[in-house]
């Protein structure tokens, strides 16, 4: 038997996109889909790329496509090299945001002490730091990482066979990098934008919005988008 009648809907999160991730369920729910949520902490969005090649869904909404810059630096929450392609391969409707582009997992904070490769290579003791405790620390990206992930993320998005859309709040991606956060990087973020636009493919539309990521704007944009190409694909 299936496992719904509605469409089925695949969704990224984590903490510190909750707000967006519930607003974005409830509205989808409301629309009449089912919403699985999967946590974007490397083993739970390798996972939605595995059930995504199985063709159990309808769309993706991945709200925190972080694994890809943690693959990139080397960070805890790496989903692998393959993460952002399963839904292209499928040609299932797709919408993202930059969500956890903003930071990279480095805990725990015993390795700031020990030498550590990534906390030495990558300088992160001269980064903004949050760190809420020994182990759950999130260190800032800088301007070269966010646009290197730009690169990535527009090259596998290239290779999508059906429709997607790109969605990047400029106050704030995360609760992290808003205003008066951790990680607070405006001149930072704004460098994304215009280096993921210059490697995507020119059809595939890029909204700025000026909004935080837990807005309920945010959330009703992504949903909107989400919504009309699930329609739209399931009719043809």
């Known amino acids: 038997k299936p496992v719904s009648t509605s469409p089925l809907i695949?969704?990224?999160t984590f903490k510190f996109a909750e707000e967006c991730g519930q607003q974005a369920m409830a509205l989808l729910e409301k629309k009449g889909y089912t919403v699985i949520p999967f946590h974007?902490?490397?083993?739970?969005?390798?996972?939605?790329?595995?059930?995504?090649?199985q063709?159990?869904?309808?769309?993706?909404?991945?709200?925190?496509p972080a694994g890809v810059i943690e693959d990139l630096l080397g960070g805890n929450r790496t989903a692998g090299p393959h993460r952002l392609e399963a839904a292209g391969k499928a040609g299932i409707?797709?919408?993202?945001?930059?969500c956890g582009f903003d930071m990279l997992s480095c805990g725990p904070l015993s390795r700031r002490e020990t030498g550590d490769p990534l906390w030495k290579n990558l300088r992160l003791n001269e980064r903004k730091i949050f760190i809420p405790d020994e182990f759950r620390v999130q260190?800032?990206?800088?301007g070269d990482e966010v646009c290197k992930a730009a690169e990535v993320v527009a090259r596998k998005l290239n290779a999508s066979k059906g429709p997607v859309k790109f969605f990047i709040p400029t106050r704030g991606w995360s609760a992290l990098s808003t205003q008066g956060a951790d990680l607070y990087d405006p001149s930072t973020d704004a460098l994304f934008a215009p280096a993921l636009k210059k490697s995507l493919?020119?059809?595939?539309?890029?909204?700025?919005?000026?909004?935080?990521l837990n807005s309920a704007q945010?959330?009703?944009?992504?949903?909107?988008?989400?919504?009309?190409?699930?329609?739209?694909?399931?009719e043809s």
């Open 55 to 64: 063709g159990l869904f309808h769309g993706v909404l991945d709200l925190v």
């Open 93 to 98: 409707p797709q919408v993202y945001t930059p």
């Open 201 to 212: 493919r020119p059809d595939i539309e890029v909204s700025e919005l000026p909004v935080e």
């Open 40 to 53: 974007a902490q490397g083993i739970g969005d390798s996972a939605m790329e595995e059930l995504i090649e």
């Open 139 to 142: 260190a800032r990206t800088s």
């Open 218 to 234: 945010f959330a009703e944009a992504l949903v909107t988008a989400l919504d009309e190409m699930v329609r739209e694909s399931l």
């Open 10 to 12: 695949a969704m990224t």
